[in-house]
T-cell receptor, first 111, second 118 residues
Framework: GENVEQHPSTLSVQEGDSAVIKCTYSDSASNYFPWYKQELGKRPQLIIDIRSNVGEKKDQRIAVTLNKTAKHFSLHITETQPEDSAVYFC??????????FGSGTKLNVKP | GAVVSQHPSRVICKSGTSVKIECRSL??????MFWYRQFPKKSLMLMAT?????????EQGVEKDKFLINHASLTLSTLTVTSAHPEDSSFYIC??????????????FGPGTRLTVL
């Protein structure tokens, strides 16, 4: 099955700096890659996603890039704010049949 | 976005009892629901895929007789943890797919159920 790896496991940045989280996947048939933000004790919330026919997508301070050849995708958060502090998960799926999650990145934005 | 509810939010039970967790899509029809298990400070582990009107598909290593899944309607799936033991204590989260036409949109999560088995 699909194997999704995520790095780093923890990331600490100063408020206003950028944060980058990277994921790799193993199954070249994966065609949808969502990113989720999860606060302690809460449900994961979709923050951005990208499909395999697109290389980059941006939504205000958040962007995701996808390199299908290398089978990796990254989350970029610019101008980080303390409220961005949370655990972020990447995931991959083939046609929404199953979702495989990365191990998570705990982001700490220091004021 | 679409709303998925999960009940109960928290349950404490004695070892050997069975616990049922409900997952409901409140404002859309979910042809597929997923059940995940999440350990503290860990990722979501897919347990099973539940399709309305058919048997659930379990991931490798997940005991289907231990974790009974029923998806009786397009808005309800249930997970029953049978004869629960302390090692079953975890955070269980469901999610539902909102299918619009022939396209899937995104996965919507329930708020999760914290199970503690004494």
């Amino acid at each position: 099955g699909e194997n999704v790896e995520q790095h780093p496991s923890t990331l600490s940045v100063q408020e206003g700096d950028s944060a980058v989280i990277k994921c790799t996947y193993s199954d070249s048939a994966s065609n949808y890659f969502p990113w989720y933000k999860q606060e302690l004790g809460k449900r994961p919330q979709l923050i951005i996603d990208i499909r395999s026919n697109v290389g980059e997508k941006k939504d205000q301070r958040i962007a995701v890039t996808l390199n299908k050849t290398a089978k990796h995708f990254s989350l970029h958060i610019t101008e980080t704010q303390p409220e961005d502090s949370a655990v972020y998960f990447c995931a991959a799926t083939i046609n929404f049949n199953k979702f495989y999650f990365g191990s998570g990145t705990k982001l700490n934005v220091k004021p | 976005g679409a709303v998925v509810s999960q009940h109960p939010s928290r349950v404490i039970c004695k070892s050997g009892t069975s616990v049922k967790i409900e997952c409901r899509s409140l404002d859309f029809q979910a042809t597929t629901m997923f059940w995940y298990r999440q350990f503290p400070k860990k990722s979501l582990m897919l347990m099973a895929t539940s399709n309305e009107g058919s048997k659930a598909t379990y991931e490798q290593g997940v005991e289907k007789d231990k974790f009974l899944i029923n998806h009786a309607s397009l808005t309800l799936s249930t997970l029953t943890v049978t004869s629960a033991h302390p090692e079953d204590s975890s955070f269980y989260i469901c999610s539902a797919i909102d299918r619009a036409g022939n396209s899937y949109n995104e996965q919507f999560f329930g708020p999760g159920t914290r199970l503690t088995v004494l």
